[in-house]
């Protein structure tokens, strides 16, 4: 009997070509659907929460597929480790009903970015976080960052090439902390438009550069212009850390 199963992952972005499986390209959904069809010898096709872009981490993407295997959906997670990379990691497995859509359910979504801050550049955080020479000023972004809760067009703050039908999007909440030498943005809301989080933390950090005012931010939004904002800093500083469903 078909049921559908649900897994939480976790991967490292830096080798991959994003989430999505494009033709001539190493995906993270492609390597993911070829250790569900080897461990169950169907054609499954995998439906992903997010399609998370090249370079980008998550410790906690959602998807989900359908199958006739007898391997118990709370015991999927072991089976597909053992034919996955290192870079790529089911945490854990479970059954849902069988119209459960991970794209189609009202959660909440968190993603950080970070940035370190340093004299010279720390070879073993360049995958993992966007460099800057520069001290940023923490609590002056984390003042900016609260600009953005609410529901507010975002337009400002999306990339060109964005098939979005609506600019409209909730922010639940968005602040940053110093962790050591790195300023870590976190943001939640409901959904993101194409660069959304990214195009935030480059706003943030020229706040926190001096560059940009917090007082700014609201007219910014407003403006509906995406010159108005800050650059979309790079994929690597981007994790997305999960999802809550209301479940």
């Avoid at 800057?132 to 990339?159: I, Q, S, V």
């Avoid at 060109?160 to 110093?178: K, L, M, N, P």
């Avoid at 403006?223 to 981007?238: F, I, M, N, V």
């Amino acid at each position: 009997m078909s049921k559908r199963v649900r897994l939480k992952i976790a991967y490292d972005g830096t080798a991959y070509h994003g989430w999505q499986i494009q033709e001539g390209q190493t995906t993270v959904e492609g390597v993911l659907t070829a250790a569900v069809r080897e461990a169950t010898g169907e054609q499954s096709e995998i439906i992903g929460a997010s399609r998370t872009d090249a370079g980008v981490h998550a410790l906690g993407n959602i998807a989900v597929f359908d199958t006739d295997s007898p391997i118990p959906p709370d015991k999927f997670y072991m089976v597909l480790n053992r034919l996955l990379p290192d870079d790529i990691s089911v945490v854990s497995s479970d059954e849902v009903a069988s119209d459960w859509h991970p794209r189609k359910q009202e959660c909440r979504k968190t993603y950080e970015y970070r940035i370190y801050m340093a004299p010279v550049r720390i070879p073993v955080k360049r995958l993992y976080a966007h460099y800057t020479y520069n001290e940023l000023d923490t609590e002056a972004m984390n003042r900016a960052a609260g600009n953005f809760a609410g529901e507010h067009d975002f337009t400002a703050f999306c990339a060109a090439g964005s098939q979005a039908v609506t600019f409209t999007r909730t922010i639940y909440d968005c602040s940053v902390r110093r962790e050591g030498m790195e300023a870590v943005i976190s943001v939640t809301g409901s959904g993101f438009l194409y660069n959304m989080v990214r195009i935030i933390a480059g706003t943030l950090m020229d706040v926190g550069l001096g560059r940009k005012q917090p007082e700014q931010i609201p007219g910014i939004i407003d403006s509906l212009d995406r010159r108005q904002a800050g650059p979309t800093l790079p994929a690597c500083g981007l994790t997305l850390i999960g999802y809550e469903y209301n479940e």
